[in-house]
């Protein structure tokens, strides 16, 4: 499948990781459908990717509530008449360790919310848009990628119990996808970024992003139109199908 004239679904696409792909994905001829809470950061999108050469729209949209996610994407279908590729790139950290003890006393545990909240958003959200895409895709009776957005932290990151295992369930979904979608002509993959230089990720104190960068093998951080880059592989290699993508310069966790 071409990147130009795709219609592309990229959720979280108000900021970030999402943004930068939005952007990149336009330069290539795509048509982006951007889902986000934020809509002052959607529009803020929207008007990059005319900018890129492209055309989008804005869907202030909770991933994870059902009827949210059903109804937006029924209205992307009518707002663009197709529904090629969708980016499930949604997601939120809750970090903290499972146990904080001292001195054998426990001082503190991760609260059910902070496990909850991130699989709400970073699990059930990318289940209910890749079920909802996947059945317009086959209404539409047209091929169709899914692409989830997992981390290096899918292995197992200290601090993250509730996002390394959505991290890792992600995959675990593309690859079952995968088998269960292609009877319809739909292929499905994840990629597993390692850190990239968002926004967020260069808001971190010089001192703690110079140990993170000096711990990757190739000293850098990885650029966000290199995680676009791997996401239109996806897209254009027609036999790419159920499996994951690691993108992050030879570092593991």
């Not at 939120?92 to 709400?120: C, F, N, P, Y």
């Not at 079920?131 to 292995?155: C, D, F, T, W, Y």
């Not at 979904?173 to 009877?183: F, G, I, N, P, Q």
Request: net charge negative; proline share 2%.
């Amino acid at each position: 499948m071409q990147v130009k004239d795709a219609v592309i679904v990229v959720t979280g696409g108000g900021q970030g990781l999402g943004r930068s792909m939005a952007v990149e994905l336009a330069t290539q001829g795509a048509k982006l459908a951007l889902l986000d809470l934020n809509e002052e950061m959607l529009k803020e999108t929207v008007e990059l990717v005319k900018q890129a050469g492209s055309e989008a729209r804005y869907y202030v949209a909770n991933v994870a509530d059902e009827a949210t996610v059903e109804s937006v994407f029924t209205q992307v279908v009518a707002d663009f008449g197709a529904l090629d590729v969708l980016v499930n790139n949604a997601g939120i950290t809750r970090d903290g360790l499972l146990i904080k003890a001292k001195d054998g006393e426990i001082v503190k545990k991760m609260s059910l919310s902070s496990w909850q909240q991130v699989m709400d958003v970073n699990l059930t959200g990318v289940f209910l848009c890749g079920r909802e895409a996947a059945a317009h895709m086959i209404q539409l009776g047209k091929p169709g990628v899914i692409i989830n957005i997992s981390s290096i932290s899918r292995a197992g990151n200290m601090g993250q119990t509730n996002y390394s295992a959505a991290k890792s369930g992600v995959v675990a979904m593309a690859v079952t996808w995968a088998k269960e979608l292609s009877r319809y002509g739909i292929r499905t993959g994840a990629i597993a970024p390692g850190f990239i230089a968002t926004d967020m990720v260069a808001a971190m104190p010089e001192e703690v992003l110079g140990k993170i960068t000096a711990g990757i093998p190739l000293k850098r951080l990885g650029k966000p139109e290199e995680i676009a880059h791997s996401v239109r592989y996806i897209v254009e290699n027609d036999y790419f199908s159920g499996r994951v993508i690691e993108c992050d310069g030879a570092l593991r966790i």
